[in-house]
């Protein structure tokens, strides 16, 4: 199990209540989950998205605010998060040399309000301290992805691995939610996790995007989730199910 900072979680942090939220990346698909999550429990939300992928959020256009543009503009990010008790971040590797997820993840610790609650998402591949077991398929599949994402200059795993490198460093209330590979589909219920990848309960290696987003939202008012980087696995996943007496829940 991961250690927290031990002056987590702080008395603060554990009594200031959620009620405006601002949502980074509200547009992509994790994210129109969450803003759904979000206005189930009754919170204000602040979208941001790019220019081009707002009418992505014309369904709840009459009840989130839409702040559009790049979510590695620090200005754009001062303005969103503005008045929030709590920040959820989609945290993406796509693009090259734009340092999309890590001037993403910098804007939003340099300009969040102080206290509030940082919740960031990204895949297995991140590890915080090292202790993460990947299996040779996994390890084959990111040097594939790595590669690829470079030469057509698609994507950039490694701004992402550097955005996370940036808030794991940092002393803000942040948690790290690192997900499965993700399928669509009705929820299964909140997700289980551990602190490490390779852990038995993770094996399955599958989670329902819409769950995913309800661990994201679930984080915000959890505590026990502070300066951690969860893994996550469906509930109903076999794994989770065989070892469930052992099971964290979030
Ligand atoms: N896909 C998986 O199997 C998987 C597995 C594990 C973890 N995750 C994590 O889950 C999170 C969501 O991933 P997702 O696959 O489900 O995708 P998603 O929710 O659709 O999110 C993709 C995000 O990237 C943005 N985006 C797309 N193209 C972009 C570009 N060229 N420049 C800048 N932003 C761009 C999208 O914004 P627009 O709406 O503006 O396009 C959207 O906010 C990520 O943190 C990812 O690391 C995914």
Known sequence: ???ANPSFPRPD????PVRRIAIVGASGKLGQYMVQH???RGWEVVGVCRE???????RFAERITIVPGPTNDAEVIRRAVAGCDGVLVVLAPWGVNRQYAS???QAVLDHAEPG???VFSCGWHITRDGQDQYSWAFRLMLVVFRWIGLLTRFAELDDQVEACRRIFESDRDWTVVRGSDLEEGESEGLPVWSAHVGDPILKSNRTRRVD???FM???LVDPALSQQAPAIVSRLAPSALAHAPIAQTA
């Open 103 to 105: 001037g993403t993840a």
């Open 212 to 214: 995913f987003a309800l």
């Open 52 to 58: 081009q992928s707002v009418s992505k959020l014309a």
């Open 116 to 118: 509030a609650r940082l």
């Open 217 to 219: 939202v679930e984080a």
């Open 13 to 16: 942090r554990l009594t200031r």
């Open 1 to 3: 199990m991961t250690q």
């Open 38 to 40: 979000a206005l189930d």
